[in-house]
């Protein structure tokens, strides 16, 4: 026969397994956009310093994939654990956040060294704002990525794009190699 206090105990440690479960879940999510965020940010990075004529294209185009990627991901990662982790909502807070994004681009005329440091502060920001719900790593992760980005806008020249493709995309990709770990 199980008491009360046994009962509540036996509840307290299924709730707690559960909620350990749905965090691994959400970090796998996690870690595997932050890898295909960082790989395409990295990319459109690398085409900014090389070939700056072609950066508004090659934006468009880390955007456009990194969105379907995502969306691609969110699926396989429902199919495949039955929890639901991007859905209609997501897309639309994802298009929102883009919408003011783009809204603030366009009021702050802000120059190609300018946006190269918002992005990164803005996506980050979220980060850490994520990190109250999901974690602490992605507030940590947000924060040193903001630091950097400013950092290197303070103190690094014209290879600022260079910096970035460093901080900004292989940092997410080791913040998801990191977080696949967890």
Known sequence: MIDHLEAARALDDI???????RQSQLYRLSSLLMILWGALVLAGNLV?????????????AVYGLGIAG???????????????SFDVR???A??????????????????PRQMGAFWPIYFMLFYCLAGLWFGIAFTIFGLGVIV?????????????????AVVNGGG???GGLWMRRS
Request: no cysteine; aromatic share 18%.
């Open 48 to 60: 900014t310093y090389l070939t700056p004529v072609y950066a508004d294209k090659a934006w468009l």
């Open 94 to 111: 994802f298009l929102m956040f883009f919408a003011f994004g783009f809204f603030v681009e366009t009021i702050g005329h802000f120059g």
């Open 70 to 84: 995502s969306l691609v991901l969110g699926a396989t990662e429902k199919a495949r654990s039955g929890m639901g």
């Open 148 to 164: 950097l980005t400013l950092v290197g806008y303070v103190f690094i020249g014209p290879a600022f794009p260079l910096w970035m």
């Open 15 to 21: 709730e707690d397994i559960t909620r350990r479960v």
């Open 90 to 92: 997501s897309l639309l």
């Open 172 to 174: 997410l990709i080791l």
